[in-house]
């Protein structure tokens, strides 16, 4: 049965010193944060809970609940090694093997992505680029050539991708990811303005900037004293 999720599908077991732990869905989606912190913190050893929660924007508390479903607890007086707390989390995370990703919609926003580099800095690597428009297919875009959408299953299946992005207008968006499901990928992300259903197997993750927008709009407003009271 097709369901409409945005989040990961249960809680991921990791593997301490002890029984493997379940790690919150709540917590994996700050460790990306927790990363990026670490990694801004070049040529430093250690770092203490205030200094990581302070560059990851959380508290000291709930960083070290974090950390502790990795089984880092860190040294009393010393802190965190930053090398070995980036590590960890990147196992975690299941960085350290490179995800291999294809992109589907090469207009403006599907452009930027094929562009941006910080993926493969991240562990991610875009494999493949497909659209519908033929003045689009057969274009080179960040030195991938642009694939027709029948080709879809086959460029999955001969690059080994398992994550699609979905950068489409909202109309195509549905077929578009039942197209990569079918085609074998595991995760979808999707920039496409309207809810989708996948299958229990595959995880999906939304980003709308526009709702994001009007969650700002919307503390606009009320900061500005003109909303309605209940």
């Known amino acids: 049965m097709d369901t409409q999720r945005t989040g990961p599908r249960a809680a991921p077991r990791v593997r301490t010193n002890g029984p493997a732990r379940e790690v919150p869905p709540s917590t994996v989606a700050r460790l990306p944060g927790y990363l990026r912190a ?35 607890y860190g040294r009393r007086g010393v802190g965190y090694d930053v090398e070995h707390l980036s590590e960890q989390i990147g196992v975690v995370l299941g960085l350290k093997t490179q995800r291999r990703v294809v992109i589907v919609g090469i207009g403006n926003l599907g452009h930027a992505l094929a562009s941006y580099s910080v993926f493969a ?23 991938l050539v642009v694939q027709p959408s029948e080709g879809l299953a086959d460029l999955v299946r001969t690059t080994d991708a398992t994550i699609g992005i979905i950068a489409t207008p909202a109309a195509s968006a549905q077929a578009v990811c039942d197209a990569l499901v079918g085609a074998g990928v595991v995760g979808i992300l999707t920039f496409a303005p309207r809810a989708l259903r996948v299958p229990e197997n595959v995880d999906l993750r939304a980003v709308d900037v526009a709702s994001e927008l009007q969650i700002l709009a919307f503390h606009d407003h009320r900061r ?7």
Not at 127 to 143: F, K
Not at 224 to 230: F, P, Q, R, V
């Open 121 to 143: 800095e991240r562990g991610f690597a875009v494999v493949g680029l497909v659209d519908t428009d033929p003045a689009v297919v057969g274009t080179s875009v960040a030195g």
């Open 38 to 72: 670490l990694q801004g913190f070049e040529g430093v050893v250690t770092t203490s809970s205030d200094e990581l929660a302070d560059a990851a924007g959380v508290t000291p508390a709930q960083l070290r609940k974090d950390l502790s479903f990795l089984g880092s």
């Open 224 to 230: 500005a004293g003109t909303g309605d009271s209940a």
